[in-house]
């Protein structure tokens, strides 16, 4: 296990398995491919960068209906713990999005505040639909109700990395999730 202590905190214990994220990536996939089977154009999956792309990317390769990717950005904690609840767009989308069929891939919700702006930006741009689908979702902390309409998880108020999540850029590439705990050495 990777173990690097990083501004007063540690790897702690896994919160959610590689096998048990798999196996429930999977079973999302499949009811997204059930639900938007027959479009006439590709289902776009708009994920929010760096965080959400190990989720979108094995979503996607588990959906069995035509997708196209696309990213975007926004600012994030930096290098702090809790939210800031100030949402910036650092990359917009590159795809026209008018009239297509758009599921936002979000890793994680906390207190939904970057959703919620997300949706508002996506759905300016007139979008055939727009759905949510969010891997970990820390439904106690929110503080801007968001409508999921795939959910993997509900966790507890704990910050947690891996699977794309980080902190202070680290830990995305760890297969499983993992609690990150204050470094007390
Ligand atoms: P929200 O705007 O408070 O819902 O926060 C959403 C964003 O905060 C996510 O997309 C992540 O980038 C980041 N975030 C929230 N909780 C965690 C966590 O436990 N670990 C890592 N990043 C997190």
Same mark, same amino acid.
């Given at each position: 296990m990777q173990q690097a202590a990083s501004g007063g905190y540690r790897l702690g214990p896994e919160l959610l398995t590689a096998a048990a994220i798999q196996a429930r990536v999977a079973e999302l996939a499949g009811a997204v491919s059930r639900d938007y089977e027959g479009l006439d154009r590709p289902l776009i999956l708009l994920s929010v960068l760096k965080g959400s792309v190990s989720f979108a990317t094995d979503l996607g390769r588990s959906i069995t209906v035509p997708v196209n990717f696309d990213y975007v950005a926004v600012s994030s904690y930096g290098q702090a713990?809790?939210? =800031?609840?100030h949402v910036m767009l650092l990359k917009d989308l =590159?795809?026209?999005?008018?009239g297509r069929h758009v599921l936002m891939v979000e890793d994680i919700i906390d207190t939904g505040l970057t959703t919620a702006f997300l949706f508002e930006h996506v759905q300016r741009h007139a979008p055939a639909s727009l759905k949510l689908c969010v891997l970990l979702d820390k439904a106690e902390r929110r503080v801007k109700p968001v409508e999921v309409a795939y959910r993997g998880f509900t966790i507890p108020n704990q910050f947690v990395v891996g699977y794309g999540l980080d902190f202070n850029e680290l830990y995305r590439n760890l297969a499983a999730v993992h609690v990150l705990e204050p470094d007390a050495t």
């Open positions: 713990t809790v939210s =800031s609840g =590159s795809m026209d999005v008018a």
